[in-house]
Structure formats: C-alpha cells, structure tokens
C-alpha cells in the first residue's frame, strides 16, 4: 500500500516528466480518496475502462491517455462529465503518463513495442527527445513477409505501403500517432518506418523517400508501456496489478 501522492512522485521522478513540454497534464489528473493497494491500467481513460477497473475495485487507474488535452473543453460536462463522475463516486484516483510514457528507455511505448516485435539493438534517437527508435531485424525480410510479422505479434492486421523493392532490415518506429516523423526518419538510412497512424501524405513522404511504411495501430502499438509502468509499480511498492484491455480497431 503506498500514498498516491508518494506513488505520483515516484512516477514522475522515474519518467522524468519535468523534461516534457506535452498535450496534457502528465501525472495525478483526479486525486481519490485512499492509499493505493489495487492498481489497473489501460491504455485510454475510457468509461469502459473505468467501469472495467472499479468492477476490480482498483484504488487508482493508471493511463497513457488521460484527459484535459491542449485545445480541449476543458469543461467537465457531457461524457466528460460522466466519466468524472463515475470515478468520483467510486473515489479512485486517475494518473496519465502521455509523452514521458513513450520515451522512457526501459518501460515506455516504443522501448516495449521494439521488444514485443523482436526488433535487435533497438535504441532511442534524438528525434522528439527520444520518441523515435531505431533498430534491426534478426534477419532482413521482404516487406509483405515484415508485415505479416507484426500483425501476427500485434493481433490485428497493418497497412503496409510498399516504398522500397527488396529485403528489409534496419528499422525506425515511433508508437502512436508518429506518422509525422516519416521524413526524419528517413534520414536515418532506415529501410522501413512504423508507427500507429496514416494520413493521406504519408503513402506520398514513404514512396518518395523509397522506405517502407506500416501503420500497426495507435492503440496497438501503445499497449505495453503502461502494463510494464504497472508491473513495475506493483513489485516496487507490493501492489496488486491487472492490465484491462479495452478493444480499439484505431
């Protein structure tokens, strides 16, 4: 059992999240009433997750998409406001990690997203204070045969745009919505890049810098940061931990 505003240091320091300039508050976002014993995770701060996590009579919710995002109502009415209530009632806490969470070199999105893929030497680059990571694969395959792979790891299938002829091997990825980093990436020498999302001029930036580009889902690439946070956590402090997945086709 542990404070929650000892656990929130413990998440920031650990994060590092005073380094991040991000799109939302990072850290405690609704403080509960009581210690934490029992902590769920998801990837977003749905209500089917929260109604998911209260059923297991979580104590705190740990988030990589919370809520107030830049630019947002920051009003807590409509399903907003529902969600808020829903959490209120049962007097559990609410923490979200967003851009330190995909970072960090150990437990983030795109470190645990490398290990899921089996990439080799997957390490940070200085792109985006180390969102974007480069690496290998065990053995250089043609893009279909990539593809195929990661759906198969992902369990859900990819859109692939088919920019280089010939074997891939080395590799850049960014979880999530990293699309816009396709040209920097490029630079890199990379054979292929993966990230989350697509847009409509990412198929033109692959073809024309003559990489690869697959699109494996915003949420499915951004799964595994937080159950590591959350494993993490539970063997720091004796937590209880239990990751609920809550199904996104996006």
Same mark, same amino acid.
């Given at each position: 059992m542990i404070e929650i505003r000892a656990l929130v240091a413990y998440c920031d320091e650990l994060l590092g999240t005073a380094a991040f300039t991000d799109y939302m508050p990072n850290g405690l976002q609704v403080e509960g009433e009581r210690p934490i014993q029992r902590l769920v995770t998801g990837v977003t701060a749905s209500a089917a997750l929260l109604?998911?996590?209260?059923?297991? +009579?979580?104590?705190?919710?740990?988030?990589?998409?919370?809520?107030?995002? /830049?630019?947002? /109502?920051?009003?807590?009415?409509?399903?907003?406001?529902?969600?808020?209530?829903?959490?209120?009632?049962?007097?559990?806490?609410?923490?979200?990690?967003?851009?330190?969470?995909?970072?960090?070199?150990?437990? *983030?999105? /795109?470190?645990?997203? !490398?290990? #899921?893929?089996?990439?080799?030497? !997957? @390490?940070?680059?200085?792109?985006?204070? *180390?969102?974007?990571?480069? !690496?290998?694969?065990?053995?250089?395959?043609?893009?279909?045969?990539?593809? /195929?792979?990661?759906?198969?790891?992902?369990?859900r299938p990819v859109t692939l745009v088919d920019g280089k002829q010939g074997?891939? @091997?080395?590799?850049?990825?960014?979880?999530?919505? !990293? #699309?816009?980093?396709?040209? +920097?990436?490029?630079?890199l020498g990379v054979d292929a890049f993966l990230s989350g999302e697509i847009s409509e001029q990412t198929t033109h930036q692959a073809r024309e810098? *003559?990489?690869?580009?697959?699109?494996? *889902?915003?949420h499915a690439t951004e799964r595994y940061g937080v159950q590591a946070l959350g494993a993490h956590l539970a063997e720091q402090f004796g937590l209880w931990h239990q990751f609920v997945e809550i199904d996104n086709p996006a």
């Open positions: 109604e998911a996590a209260l059923a297991l +009579q979580a104590d705190a919710i740990v988030v990589h998409h919370g809520w107030f995002w /830049n630019n947002e /109502n920051p009003c807590l009415v409509g399903i907003k406001g529902q969600r808020a209530r829903t959490l209120l009632r049962a007097g559990a806490s609410l923490i979200a990690y967003h851009l330190p969470l995909d970072a960090h070199s150990l437990l *983030g999105n /795109n470190a645990m997203l !490398g290990q #899921q893929l089996g990439f080799c030497d !997957g @390490e940070p680059t200085a792109l985006g204070k *180390g969102l974007v990571w480069v !690496g290998r694969l065990a053995l250089p395959v043609l893009p279909i045969t990539f593809a /195929n792979q990661v759906s198969l790891q992902l369990g074997m891939l @091997e080395r590799i850049a990825w960014c979880s999530g919505g !990293g #699309q816009g980093h396709l040209e +920097q990436a490029a630079a810098h *003559g990489i690869c580009y697959l699109a494996a *889902g915003h």
